[in-house]
Every structure is written in C-alpha cells, then in structure tokens.
C-alpha cells in the first residue's frame, strides 16, 4: 500500500528514514513492462491492438522510492540511468544541455530524464510553485543524486501568514527562505524563486530562461541546449542527438508563425 499522499515536510522527513533491513536491488522498471515491442515491429495486429490498450501503472515504482533507504540507489537501478556503461568518445567530447519545465507525474519526469542521462552532459528542471509537495521533493532527490542535474524550485512556505499580492508578506515570505538558506552548510550560489507556471504565460519564458542563465554558467562546454516539456518523450539517442547538432554546424534551425492573437486571453495588449 502507498504512503498517504497528503504531506507536510514532517511527514517527508519522515519518509526518508524508513526503516529498510538492507540495501535492496531493483529490476530495470522498463524490464518488467508486458509490451512486445519485437511483435509490434513485425507488424502484429493483435499485439498492436493489446499494445494499445496498455497502461504504465506507476503504483510499483512509487511504493520502491518511497519503500527505499538509499533513493539514490532506487532511482539509477530503476529507471536504469546510464552512468558506468559504456559512453562513446565522440558523446564524450560534445557535451549537451536540456532544460525542462515540469509540475506534475514525477514518475514519467524521471523515465524521461533517464531515457537521454548523461555524467558529462548538463541538465536544468525549472519546477512551478502549483506543483504538489511530494513532485518537489523527488526533483529535490534528482539534484542530490546527480551532480550534473540542476534542480529550480519554490517550495509552499507551511505555516506562513495569508499573502495577498502587492502585500509586505511576499517580501517576508521571501525573507525567511532567504534566511533560512543562508544558514545552509551548503556553499550555494545563487538563489532561485521561482513563480506558479501557467500554460501560455510569460513564466515559462522566464523559467526558460533561468535554465538558460544557470546552464550557460557551467563549466561543461556543452554545444546545444534543448528545451524540454515534462511530458516529452525521446525519440533520439544521445549520440544521435550529436550527430543531428553536428550536422547543423554551429547554427540553429528554428520556425516562426504568426502570433496567435487568442493567447492573450482577454488582456489588454495593443498589437501593431
């Protein structure tokens, strides 16, 4: 049965120190998915149909994370994060960067993460305020599992006075994250708050551009930045990837249309 949902941060802490009898190993989470991929590619039509109807139920990977002493552990064996197997030098010597937005299924963010994970490429995951405690936290536990996983967050301030917008709250709510921060025994160097992100709004472009910000301050060379959305899902390898950015030799193809005047969604903007 899955931990109750309905957390505060006692609670998570709580989580983090199940008692486990000892360190388990996991099965690949894609290993144990029923699907024949080789009879869909024959062209089976029944297997098609069968594949169709599929659902991934996350039930067994939420109650192994949540069940797991060492999560760290628990997230590289199941969702099979490719660190010590074999990297090609041409990945090796073309770096990449990917940043994604993402509020909801933390489950389907990390099969997507790991799907294109790499030690030497650089990652950003810009989280919006709306996202659920529990969502937060697992990102949390990407950064503190990968060194190259750069994690952009606003945690809900518990126990924090009504704010209103425009009011002193927002300065003292900022404040005491800030204060509490700075007495971290982590030596960070900046500090990100980051707003509710709503579908269409300029956060997107800002929590776009805060991964861009961070990750150009890298010391990874990376060649290409991507931009991701949490519900993505790679059709590429890396090295493919490189191969695609090489051939693109230092430029970057990117498509413009007509601005879609309904997105302003009733503001009043003049358009010329």
Request: aromatic share 14%.
């Amino acid at each position: 049965m899955l931990p109750d949902l309905r957390l505060n941060w006692g609670n998570i802490l709580e989580l983090t120190n199940l008692s486990v009898p000892a360190l388990s190993e996991y099965v690949n989470l894609l290993d144990k998915i029923d699907v024949n991929c080789e009879k869909i590619l024959q062209g089976d039509k029944q297997i098609i149909e069968d594949a169709k109807r599929w659902v991934y139920d996350a039930g067994y990977a939420e109650k192994a994370l949540f069940e797991a002493r060492d999560k760290c552990r628990a997230i590289r064996q199941l969702f099979g994060f490719r660190i010590n197997k074999s990297i090609t030098r041409e990945e090796l010597e073309y770096p990449l960067a990917y940043g994604a937005v993402v509020y909801k299924n933390y489950i389907q963010v990390i099969f997507m993460l790991s799907a294109f994970y790499r030690p030497h490429n650089e990652y950003c995951i810009a989280v919006s305020g709306s996202a659920d405690t529990i969502f937060k936290f697992w990102m949390d536990q990407l950064e503190k599992c990968f060194s190259n996983v750069h994690v952009l967050v606003r945690y809900r301030l518990w126990h924090r006075p009504h704010i209103e917008w425009g009011s002193f709250e927002i300065i003292n709510s900022t404040w005491a994250c800030v204060d509490l921060l700075a007495r971290s025994k982590t030596n960070w160097m900046y500090y990100q708050h980051r707003p509710q992100i709503e579908w269409g709004s300029f956060e997107i472009i800002n929590s776009t551009w805060a991964c861009v910000d961070l990750l150009a301050q890298s010391k990874t060379n990376w060649m290409y930045y991507q931009q991701l959305s949490g519900v993505d899902v790679p059709l590429k390898t890396n090295l493919e990837m490189v191969h695609i950015f090489k051939q693109l030799n230092n430029t970057v193809n990117t498509e413009f249309a007509k601005y879609q005047e309904e997105r302003l969604q009733g503001k009043k903007v003049g358009l010329s």
